[in-house]
């Protein structure tokens, strides 16, 4: 199970209500529950085959922000036509509502619009490359 997605279901739980996720994947497996005393999460893995290759985990590459995850499985583009300019770049302030990119499903462009406003801190996904539901796509500070 990839780190990132972890983190997300830190986030997630944190901003929830609830007190616990569990999440399986084949035979991995990820539990994380709120402390009651001091709403931080604690994570306690069960993965019996979990590697990481090819990924710095020291903290240097880590960009802290609001993540915006796809909604969808499909194909992600950064502009709204190949001779077209990119929706953002990182630097670029975004506004709530602001299209960010297109994920194509099923010969749909589906175009993905901001939650937060801030800068944009990272893109996680190459232009043209394929995207999973809930891949962390656009880092926003």
């Known amino acids: 199970m990839d ?3 972890i983190k997300t279901l830190i986030e997630m739980l944190e901003e929830s209500n609830l007190n616990e996720i569990e999440v399986t994947q084949g035979e991995e497996s990820v539990r994380i529950t709120k402390d009651k005393n001091n709403d931080e999460s604690i994570v306690k893995n069960n993965l019996t085959n979990l590697s ?7 903290g240097s590459d880590i960009v802290e922000g609001n993540i915006m995850t796809s909604p969808i499985v499909g194909t992600f583009y950064r502009k709204p036509a ?3 300019e990119p929706f953002v ?3 670029d302030v975004v506004n709530k509502g602001d299209v960010l ?10 175009e993905i619009k901001s939650e937060h406003a801030g800068k944009i801190a990272s893109i996680e996904i190459e232009d043209g490359q394929p995207v999973e539901f809930g891949q962390t796509i656009v880092v926003i500070q």
């Open 82 to 84: 190949p001779d077209k």
């Open 52 to 58: 990481v290759e090819n990924e710095d985990l020291s």
């Open 3 to 5: 780190i990132r997605k």
């Open 101 to 110: 990119c297109i994920i194509e499903a099923m010969k749909m462009m589906n």
């Open 89 to 91: 770049k990182v630097g």
